[in-house]
């Protein structure tokens, strides 16, 4: 019902920075919490940041906290992911998510995923 596209991954030095976009076929996009979860090889897929519906709360997991910031444009239907002073460790898989309710680490199963983009940190 909901298909999110995911674009601006690539591959980049440790200490620089990405901005991830993620676009949404939501008729009414503003209805939709966005959230961004990442995957590494091997690992579970992890909690990254949400933003609430029209943008007035921010919720990130303390890895990333201070080094990215997600915004969202409902008049596009975009959600972004600016990642400042990326590291290693930040290499994954990246996943735009929505869903009507809030989108939270732990929370229960989000409603719609993206295919996922590829960042790499290179050292």
């Known amino acids: 019902q909901v298909q999110l596209v995911e674009s601006g991954g690539g591959l980049v030095q440790a200490g620089g920075s990405l901005r991830l976009s993620c676009v949404a076929s939501?008729?009414?996009?503003?209805?939709?919490?966005m959230g961004w979860f990442r995957q590494a090889p091997g690992k579970e897929r992890e909690f990254v940041a949400a933003?609430?519906?029209?943008?007035?709360?921010?919720y990130y997991a303390n890895s990333v906290k201070g080094r990215f910031t997600i915004s969202r444009d409902n008049a596009k239907n975009t959600v972004s992911l600016q990642m400042n002073n990326l590291a290693f460790e930040d290499t994954a898989v990246y996943y735009c998510?929505?869903?009507?309710?809030?989108?939270?680490?732990?929370?229960?199963?989000?409603?719609?995923w993206g295919q996922g983009t590829q960042v790499t940190i290179s050292s």
């Open positions: 939501a008729r009414t996009f503003s209805n939709y919490y």
């Open positions: 998510a929505a869903d009507r309710s809030p989108i939270r680490s732990g929370s229960t199963p989000v409603a719609y």
């Open positions: 933003i609430s519906w029209r943008g007035g709360s921010t």
